[in-house]
């Protein structure tokens, strides 16, 4: 049985944190929920770590139900949720219904996450009115990026922290079953954690949150080069998957691989008769 909003709202009432993860394929996805992970995002990042965007906005909503059904095949037991993209749900809250229930009925997900406080607050009603649990997200948020005029740290004066905490309650009121909060100071953080009721999970916003979410492609150091303030590699997998290749690339090079181990061959009396009828018609 997979895990539900419910679960996730006992977490915070029971203390117990939690971690999450992104994933946009069936084979990591079901690594990430071997390791005990309970809550994965098909996160609209996908944009950057895999199709080699410089941004998120390019995402569009094939490509998150695509990736999402992908997920959903390779997971038993997670909390599955889709990310709404770039001007999937901003014109109206009935496009924004529209846009979740592809994600739902197409992609298989069992709740979809979307940006923003008090603007999208109706929206979130809406959504949860009709049966669809929303996952929200305030602080950073990368779909608004050009407005924000880059990717820095958000809420960081008593007024826009007072609009983040207006943001948080808006949304728990509105019914989002947890919060997503990006790159927002941590005592802010905390303090957003203990004024609503639904569990907060934190990018970048300090170690008082109910959860943490982290880009699975930071995590394990698939990227060679620069890794976010906010990740800490657990893994150096580029450096890995780097050596490997040249090995493997060595070895076609040198004729070491493939070998009479990695190869099938044909039953001797097979050859031989192959080779006679070569011959017959030579």
């Known amino acids: 049985m997979r895990t539900t909003i419910s679960d996730v709202r006992s977490w915070k009432k029971s203390g117990t944190r939690f ?55 390779g997971t038993k037991t997670a909390l599955v949720v889709s990310d709404l993209p770039f001007l999937t749900y901003h014109k109206s809250p009935e496009q924004a219904l529209d846009s979740a229930g592809r994600c739902i009925q197409e992609g298989g997900a069992q709740a979809v996450k979307l940006e923003g406080g008090r603007t999208v607050a109706a929206t979130v009603k809406r959504l949860t009115d009709a049966g669809i649990p929303v996952l929200g997200h305030i602080g950073l948020t990368p ?10 740290t958000q809420g960081k004066t008593a007024s826009q922290a007072k609009a983040l905490l ?12 947890a919060v997503v909060l990006e790159c927002v100071p941590s005592e802010l953080a905390a303090l957003l954690t203990h004024s609503i009721s639904i569990p907060t999970i934190g990018i970048g ?76 018609l030579e």
Not at 31 to 50: H, N, Y
Not at 143 to 152: F, N
Not at 166 to 177: E, H, I, K, P, T
Request: proline share 3%.
């Open 19 to 73: 971690a999450t993860l992104t994933a946009y394929d069936a084979s990591m996805a079901a690594i990430v929920e071997a390791a005990g992970v309970r809550l994965i995002l098909v996160g609209d990042s996908l944009g950057m770590v895999f199709q080699g965007h410089d941004s998120t906005i390019p995402v569009t909503l094939d490509d998150i139900v695509y990736h999402t059904r992908a997920v959903v095949r």
């Open 143 to 152: 779909q608004s990026i050009h407005q924000l005029g880059g990717y820095g």
């Open 166 to 177: 207006d943001d948080a309650q808006s949304l728990n009121d509105a019914g989002a079953f």
């Open 205 to 280: 916003a300090g170690p008082d949150c109910d959860g943490q979410i982290q880009v699975i492609h930071d995590i394990l150091g698939l990227f060679a080069g620069f890794v976010p303030r906010h990740a800490k590699q657990y893994a150096t997998l580029a450096d890995t998957a780097r050596q490997a290749i040249e090995r493997y690339a060595a070895e076609v090079e040198g004729h070491a691989f493939p070998d009479g181990q990695h190869s099938v061959a044909m039953k001797p009396d097979a050859l031989e008769t192959l080779r006679e009828q070569i011959q017959d």
